[in-house]
């Protein structure tokens, strides 16, 4: 049946109309955030506005992951060490009274982009499993440094104050906290759009579909798996900053492998390699995490059971749910 | 130009081996291929025929022996390193980008030769100057018409066509071909050989082939390959005479076929 479907698919070269669709859900997406405050504002606003906050920004490390998984075919399963890196850039730096943001979002980004510049150049000799091995290997790597940083809290994480800019603490109000993950969550899905459509994304697209045929035409898959691995790491760390502000908190916890695989989750929930299904995804993990927790103790048993549903049934993710056919 | 560059090998394969553990699946292949030819290398299944293309475009490493392409030694290059020299390659398997329509499989070899790919902005599936070569060579393959199909989803004689579209996209100075025809109907495969006779006129081609009937028009030289060795080489006549081929390959009916 699957089948049929696609061929008509492949028979119409894509008309108008399925573009307009194509970008019906996204613009829906982001209006909706983006009026979501002014909906809080008549009912719990403030734990629904950070709720929001924390979805926006796991959206975005995930949108990032997705850019590897999605478009490079990189199943990283350490990519929550990005989140750490950007999350400790703000906790360390602050615990030196250095409150600058565009210091620690600067800090953050250089961190992140030797991280993965090493551990990228490494892991990418490897391929399927034992790629996934290495990269949790350096992401374990990292929640064992952070737990060994007695300075800044070791295992138990270290309490911060919101970031400055230009020396005013206005990352104070969760609103403006709220807009601002809103506009990082924004910018960073229009650059990896472009990415996407771009000659390099593009590449990256075929190197998924089929690397020894790029090979075959003068591509070294390696040289543009390790940029888009940098990309990425950096994007996360983005994400990073943004967790520590608005939980005021960073622990080692935010780099373990449970963090990894969440986030590996959310993607393949909202849907593969369609950047704003990671937002999607990120909200139903969130969201549903938030509720059943609310309900039981047990909430996992519940928890998992939805999940493997989804990933059985919904082939695509949510993304592809909400769109109708795919 | 110099008349050395008119006759000088193109492809020069000097002892060239490789071993699977105890087999030895190329066992000293060395070879010319001039630049006009189209040298065809035909042998029994699990000669190792495959396996030299691979060694020669670089897929698989050799054990030892030298290749050189246009004089220049590229035994320790990569593939891409091969492919952006000029050695494109076919294969066996259809490869080509299955998620991708059939334009841009074509499009993106193209890219791949003009200008940096390192490029962040901008709709690559739209830039006019990959697109037009890539519609011209479609045509010319017959695929015109499908250039907007999801290419996994073609016909195999389609597929087939649109391998040749991407590696002539690719700018071959030399075309290495492993059984171009292998899966096609009978239309297909004589669409494929009208091709090939066209392809040849501009660019050497090594072609691995299974097909006598299209070894015998198209090559202008043959060398048959059993259990990785060249047992003979020369112009089809030559090698459809020599008596070792025919017994230690081509057998009484083959034989028979071709004459
Ligand atoms: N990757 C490999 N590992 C082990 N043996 C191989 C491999 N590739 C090919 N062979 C063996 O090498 C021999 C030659 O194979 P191949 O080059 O595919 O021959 P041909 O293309 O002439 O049919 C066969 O016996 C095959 O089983
Ligand atoms: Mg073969």
Not at chain 2, 86 to 112: C, W
Request: aromatic fraction near 8%; glycine fraction near 10%.
């Amino acid at each position: 049946m699957n089948e049929i479907a696609d061929r008509n698919l492949a028979v119409a070269p894509r008309p108008r109309a399925s573009r307009l669709r194509q970008a019906a859900l996204p613009v829906a997406i982001f209006a909706v955030l983006a009026l979501m405050p002014a909906a809080a504002h008549f009912g719990a606003s403030g734990y629904i506005l950070a709720l929001m906050t924390r979805t926006m920004i796991y959206g975005l490390a995930a949108m990032s992951l997705d850019l590897l998984i999605g478009c490079g075919a990189m199943i990283s399963f350490g990519h929550a060490a990005f989140l750490g890196i950007g999350a400790y850039a703000v906790g360390i730096l602050s615990s030196h009274g250095i409150d600058d943001v565009f210091i620690q979002l600067g800090a953050a980004l250089a961190v992140a982009a030797l991280f993965a510049l090493a551990t990228g150049a490494i892991s990418l000799r490897t391929h399927g499993v034992y790629f996934i091995m290495i990269t949790l290997a350096f992401g374990q790597m990292l929640y064992f440094l952070f737990t060994s940083l007695a300075a800044y809290g070791g295992d138990d994480g270290l309490s911060l104050s919101r970031s400055h800019v230009f020396g005013l603490p206005v990352l104070r109000s969760d609103l403006t906290l709220y807009y601002v993950a809103f506009a990082a969550l924004l910018g960073v899905y229009l650059a990896c759009r472009a990415i996407v459509a771009s000659r390099f994304g593009r590449v990256l697209r075929g190197i998924k579909d089929n690397p020894v045929r790029m090979q075959a035409i003068g591509f070294a898959p390696y040289r543009y798996q390790l940029t888009a691995y940098v990309v990425a790491g950096m994007i996360c760390a983005v994400a990073g900053v943004l967790l520590a502000n608005a939980s005021e908190f960073v622990s080692p916890a935010y780099v373990g492998w449970q963090r990894s695989g969440d986030l590996i989750f959310v993607v393949v929930l909202g849907g593969l390699g369609t950047l704003h299904g990671a937002i999607l995804g990120a909200a139903a993990f969130t969201l549903l995490a938030e509720f059943l927790s609310g309900l039981t103790e047990y909430w996992g048993m519940i928890f998992g059971p939805i999940l493997v549903v989804v990933v059985l049934f919904a082939r695509g993710g949510l993304a592809s749910l909400l769109r109708g056919t795919r | 130009m110099t008349g050395d560059a008119l006759t000088a090998p193109v492809l020069r394969l000097t002892d060239l081996r490789k071993s699977y553990g105890a087999l030895r699946v190329t066992d000293g292949v060395s070879l010319a291929i001039g630049p006009r030819e189209l040298h065809a290398i035909i042998g029994p299944n699990g000669a190792g025929k495959t396996t030299l293309v691979h060694q020669i475009s670089g897929l698989a490493a050799s054990d030892s022996g030298r290749i050189e392409f246009y004089g220049e030694d590229i035994t320790a290059l990569p593939m891409d390193a091969r492919a952006r020299a000029g050695l494109v390659r076919s294969f066996q398997i259809v490869s080509i980008l299955p998620g991708f329509s059939a334009l841009e499989n074509v499009a993106l070899a193209v890219q791949a030769r003009s200008g940096s790919s390192f490029r962040f902005t901008g709709d690559a599936a739209a830039e006019p100057a990959l697109n037009d070569v890539a519609m011209t060579l479609l045509a010319r393959f017959g695929l015109a018409s499908r250039a907007g199909f999801t290419a996994g989803l073609l016909s195999h004689g389609e597929k087939r066509q649109l391998e040749l579209a991407i590696a002539m996209a690719a700018a071959p100075k030399l075309l290495l071909l492993d059984e171009p025809l292998a899966g096609t109907s009978h239309e297909e495969s004589s669409r494929v050989i009208a091709t090939l006779k066209e392809l040849k006129r501009e660019v050497p081609i090594i072609l691995v082939e299974h097909d006598m009937e299209a070894v015998f028009a198209l090559a202008d030289r043959v060398s048959v390959l059993v259990y990785g060795r060249i047992i003979a080489s020369g112009t089809p006549d030559e090698v459809r005479r020599d008596p070792e081929v025919r017994s230690a390959y081509l057998g009484d009916e083959a034989a028979e076929a071709m004459t």
